[in-house]
């Protein structure tokens, strides 16, 4: 039943549009994000549109870093990009000292990145070296329907020895994925996934950043002793990771003073969104897996959360020289293995107790009394194939961090982007240090002593 009021907001609506002019309709209908047209904006063109020709490294875009990964090789073959996916079982360092039977793609885990630009037409040979059955899903990628590489539903299983091919022709741009579609508990948690990124044809000046790095998000379980992740672990993840390493395997993201930065997220843990937070500067998210945000809805942040099954790009101007901490603020995803599901042992007076049971267990000692800090530092025996539960030593002191956890390394000067420029020389006056009595009695601090 219609009402009166449905009609008084009906007539209303329509006496407001025939304000607008032809060409203020024409415009509202191109704006990004206002409904008609905001597909056509967007994407590169219809799905059956005839592709371009390959998009070049250098000429069309400035390649992606993964940093701790690698782009996937590709070649052209009749206008067409040719890539080579391998599935197989890989021996993984998640960080020094610690080693997993993992599962990727071309001998790494997570898979290569596989990169393109809009436009281009791709052909994805995916052979499968693994003892189970197999597929790909490219996540977020707009194809047709039987390219869309879930098992059982758009494609056959991809058997042991069997390579499979997938073809289309990209759409649109962002940061995407691709991940096994076929039992994807065991696969994913096995470490089969990888990150998509596809570069605007046409870019807007925007879209030019001096650096732009990839990072897929991940979890594991790997019980300490064990070198075999756990995929049926639902809760208890012990290694948290960045492009499939834990803080201190995790490369440091190089970048020079007033560099344009993007950095593109993608999460494919098991069960748990990230919340990354960078310190020192703050960030616009630019993008998700569904394509970019409208500048005038990009808002600033210092945290982008990650959802599972989601990306986001962020972007910053690195204007504050230093070495910054770039960590998800879950305080259980930057510990290690060891860190978690121990006894509280938070002021716990130990009295004589130590020495009574270091009678019947000779080497025993009570910790935890202050923390997790003090015992990843003591550099406690671990059990084989583990690593302590936080942390690396620091410029200053131990840096009681470990897991989802990176440094963004912006220096005034740089000779080059490649490798680690070590520990930031801070400006003298400028670290945080010990007061001395003058200073406490100047300010009036402590009171009566
Ligand atoms: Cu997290």
Redesign the pocket.
């Known amino acids: 039943m219609v009402s009166r009021r449905d009609i008084l907001v009906a007539g209303a609506v329509a006496g407001g549009a025939s304000l607008l002019s032809r060409a203020e309709r024409a415009a509202a209908a191109q704006a990004p994000g206002t409904g008609r047209g905001w597909e056509k904006s967007y994407s590169g063109g219809p799905l059956d549109a005839a592709p371009e020709p390959p998009g070049m490294p250098g000429k069309d875009y400035t390649p992606v870093i993964t940093p701790n990964g690698a782009a996937l090789p590709w070649k052209v073959v009749d206008g067409v990009k040719v890539y080579h996916l391998i599935a197989e079982e890989v021996l993984h360092e998640l960080a020094p000292g610690i080693k997993a039977h993992c599962w990727g793609y071309n001998g790494r885990v997570h898979g290569p990145t596989i990169e393109a630009v809009e436009g281009d037409r791709v052909r994805i040979y995916v052979t499968n070296k693994l003892d189970a059955p197999t597929s790909v899903h490219p996540h977020g990628v707009f194809l047709p329907n039987g390219m869309d590489g879930v098992g059982g539903l758009t494609q056959g299983v991809i058997k042991k020895g069997e390579t499979f091919k997938y073809e289309w022709t990209f759409r649109q741009h962002g940061t995407l994925m691709y991940h096994s579609h076929h039992d994807e508990m065991t696969q994913m948690a096995m470490g089969m996934m990888g990150l998509i990124v596809v570069h605007p044809r046409r870019p807007s000046p925007a879209y030019r950043v001096d650096r732009d790095f990839a990072i897929m998000?991940s979890?594991w379980k790997i019980t300490p002793g064990t070198m075999r992740p756990d995929p049926n672990e639902m809760t208890d993840f012990n290694m948290?990771t960045m492009n499939a390493k834990a803080f201190p395997g995790t490369a440091p993201l190089v970048v020079k003073k007033g560099d344009r930065v993007r950095v593109r997220f993608g999460n494919l843990?098991a069960m748990?969104?990230?919340?990354?937070h960078l310190h020192g500067h703050y960030f616009k998210i630019t993008a998700t897996d569904g394509g970019p945000i409208p500048l005038s809805a990009q808002w600033p942040e210092t945290t982008v959360l990650v959802p599972v099954g989601s990306t986001r790009d962020i972007e910053l101007v690195a204007d504050n020289p230093g070495d910054w901490a770039f960590h998800?603020?879950?305080t259980?995803?930057?510990m290690n293995q060891m860190g978690h599901g121990a006894p509280n042992m938070i002021g716990v007076k130990e009295g004589r107790v130590g020495k009574r049971v270091q009678r019947l267990l000779p080497g025993y000692m009570t910790m935890g009394q202050a923390g997790m800090g003090d015992m990843a530092e003591m550099g406690m025996p671990v059990p084989k194939n583990s690593i302590p539960m936080v942390g690396a030593r620091g410029p200053f002191d131990y840096i009681t961090m470990g897991?989802?956890f990176t440094l963004l390394k912006v220096r005034e000067n740089l000779s080059s982007y490649d490798g680690d420029p070590g520990w930031y020389a801070h400006p003298k006056g400028t670290i945080a240090e010990r007061a001395t009595p003058a200073e406490l009695q100047r300010d009036g601090i402590g009171g009566k002593r």
Do not use: A, F
């Open positions: 998000l979890e948290l843990s748990d969104h990230h919340p990354i998800c603020h879950m259980h995803h930057v897991g989802m």
